[in-house]
């Protein structure tokens, strides 16, 4: 087991005094056997009255609805949390699933439709041509083995950038322009994994790495795929890697669009600046011992 500090600290600054409207934070991470959540605390300023709810994908959101008008928006959150997926690649697939290509059972399909669907209905031709490079019809390999290429492929090809626009890019521009943001590069693999057949969906959380202390982070993002037998597992084509327990999720959706951290309106003055910090550290020892 791995204990993580989390501190993600986001600034909205405006050119004067605003009416802010109801905002939505995913910034809770998902518990359960594998992740469990320490201590949590969240702070905003203004003041705001905080309902928690759960939504379709059973994604823990908190609404923040606010009175006060204000020129700054604040929102900071603190986190302790203990990782228990220390060997990720320890999982059996179901038997009629090792082998690519598989058929997900009739029992399972109503709930995987949604990850089985295309973002874009007809796929682009460089997405294509690109999957045409991983994989061939008629070439034996397991499922597995099939996804993992994929993930290294995407790594491979497409160069990380950091990118402040909001909204991902098209799989056709991130092949084209050989680069994108972990979330261009997650939907790129979560898009050519439906294509091949899986169901997939996009994550959206943290990913511990050792920066200096006085370096700030940023959320990243991912993809997971659904293995009968294995469940959801992780891959994270921006670093090549499996996930496991460096990887913290904190909420899964059909579309990356559906998972900002951080989503709201405000009225009056404009937006001067937004500001995003994650800090991340490891700890050891315990602060509190929690039931397994």
């Given at each position: 087991?791995?204990?993580?500090?989390?501190?993600?600290?986001?600034?909205?600054?405006?050119?004067?005094?605003?009416?802010?409207?109801?905002?939505?934070?995913?910034?809770?991470?998902?518990?359960?056997?594998?992740?469990?959540?320490?201590?949590?605390?969240?702070?905003?300023?203004?003041?705001?009255?905080?309902?928690?709810?759960?939504?379709?994908?059973?994604?823990?959101?908190?609404?923040?609805?606010?009175?006060?008008?204000?020129?700054?928006?604040?929102?900071?959150?603190?986190?302790?949390?203990?990782?228990?997926?220390?060997?990720?690649?320890?999982f059996v697939v179901d038997e009629e699933a090792v082998?690519?290509?598989?058929?997900?059972?009739?029992?399972?399909?109503?709930?995987?439709?949604?990850?089985?669907?295309?973002?874009?209905?007809?796929?682009?031709?460089?997405?294509?041509?690109?999957?045409?490079?991983?994989?061939?019809?008629?070439?034996?390999?397991?499922?597995?083995?099939?996804?993992?290429?994929?993930?290294?492929?995407?790594?491979?090809?497409?160069?990380?950038?950091?990118?402040?626009?909001?909204?991902?890019?098209?799989?056709?521009?991130?092949?084209?322009?050989?680069?994108?943001?972990?979330?261009?590069?997650?939907?790129?693999?979560?898009?050519?994994?439906?294509?091949?057949?899986?169901?997939?969906?996009?994550?959206?959380?943290?990913?511990?790495?050792?920066?200096?202390?006085?370096?700030?982070?940023?959320?990243?993002?991912?993809?997971?795929?659904?293995?009968?037998?294995?469940?959801?597992?992780?891959?994270?084509?921006?670093?090549?890697?499996?996930?496991?327990?460096?990887?913290?999720?904190?909420?899964?959706?059909?579309?990356?669009?559906?998972?900002?951290?951080?989503?709201?309106?405000?009225?009056?003055?404009?937006?001067?600046?937004?500001?995003?910090?994650?800090?991340?550290?490891?700890?050891?020892?315990?602060?509190?011992?929690?039931?397994?």
């Amino acid at each position: 087991m791995r204990r993580f500090n989390i501190h993600h600290l986001t600034t909205y600054s405006y050119s004067a005094p605003v009416g802010l409207g109801t905002h939505t934070l995913r910034l809770r991470p998902r518990e359960g056997h594998d992740l469990r959540i320490e201590t949590s605390s969240l702070s905003i300023s203004p003041a705001a009255k905080l309902r928690w709810h759960r939504d379709v994908e059973g994604n823990c959101l908190a609404t923040a609805s606010f009175h006060d008008i204000s020129d700054r928006l604040l929102i900071e959150s603190n986190l302790i949390i203990q990782q228990y997926d220390r060997v990720p690649l320890d999982f059996v697939v179901d038997e009629e699933a090792v082998n690519y290509p598989f058929h997900y059972a009739s029992k399972d399909l109503p709930l995987l439709e949604a990850y089985l669907s295309l973002t874009d209905p007809q796929p682009s031709l460089p997405l294509l041509q690109w999957m045409a490079t991983v994989w061939q019809p008629g070439e034996s390999i397991q499922s597995y083995t099939l996804l993992k290429r994929l993930n290294l492929a995407a790594h491979h090809r497409i160069s990380y950038r950091q990118r402040d626009e909001p909204g991902v890019q098209s799989c056709a521009a991130t092949l084209q322009g050989g680069w994108g943001s972990c979330r261009d590069i997650a939907v790129l693999f979560m898009e050519a994994a439906r294509c091949f057949g899986f169901a997939a969906r996009f994550v959206s959380g943290y990913s511990f790495t050792a920066l200096p202390p006085e370096q700030a982070g940023s959320t990243h993002a991912w993809a997971e795929v659904f293995l009968p037998g294995a469940g959801w597992k992780g891959f994270d084509p921006t670093h090549g890697d499996i996930v496991g327990d460096t990887h913290i999720p904190v909420a899964v959706a059909r579309r990356p669009e559906s998972v900002t951290p951080i989503a709201g309106s405000f009225c009056g003055a404009s937006l001067l600046s937004m500001q995003v910090g994650v800090w991340i550290s490891e700890l050891q020892g315990f602060t509190t011992q929690l039931e397994p």
